[in-house]
């Protein structure tokens, strides 16, 4: 079993940044791939960014390219989402996810594990 457990959400004005966190107990995480996802009101589940076993291949979703990013510190088990020039569009709910495999993917169905998720609200 592994829990993740989501934390560094909350409000901020467009333009501004938020650092989210995800730390991982239980199990290791250092093998397998990480990602986020996020839901906004009425809308499904989407990928934002993921990131393989060592850190060093990602990938985002076009609408974060280049505002969003991801890394992980594997000896803390802890996965990060550094979100910067944040857009009203990014108000959802966030979650941290552990993937059945090592490789970078951007499938939902591939993430076994999920946490309960941390509200991000961006204001105009």
């Known amino acids: 079993q592994v829990q993740l457990v989501e934390f560094g959400g909350g409000w901020v004005q467009a333009g501004g940044s938020l650092r989210l966190s995800c730390a991982a107990a239980?199990?290791?995480?250092?093998?397998?791939?990480m990602g986020w996802f996020r839901q906004a009101p009425g809308k499904e589940r989407e990928f934002v960014a993921a990131a393989n076993w060592s850190g060093f291949s990602t990938s985002y979703a076009d609408s974060v390219k280049g505002r969003f990013t991801i890394s992980r510190d594997n000896a803390k088990n802890m996965v990060y989402l550094q979100m910067n020039s944040l857009k009203p569009e990014d108000t959802a709910i966030y979650y941290c996810a552990r993937a059945s495999t090592g490789g970078v993917t951007d499938a939902l169905r591939r993430y076994d594990y999920w946490g309960q998720g941390t509200q991000v609200t961006v204001s105009s």
């Open positions: 239980g199990r290791t995480i250092s093998s397998v791939a």
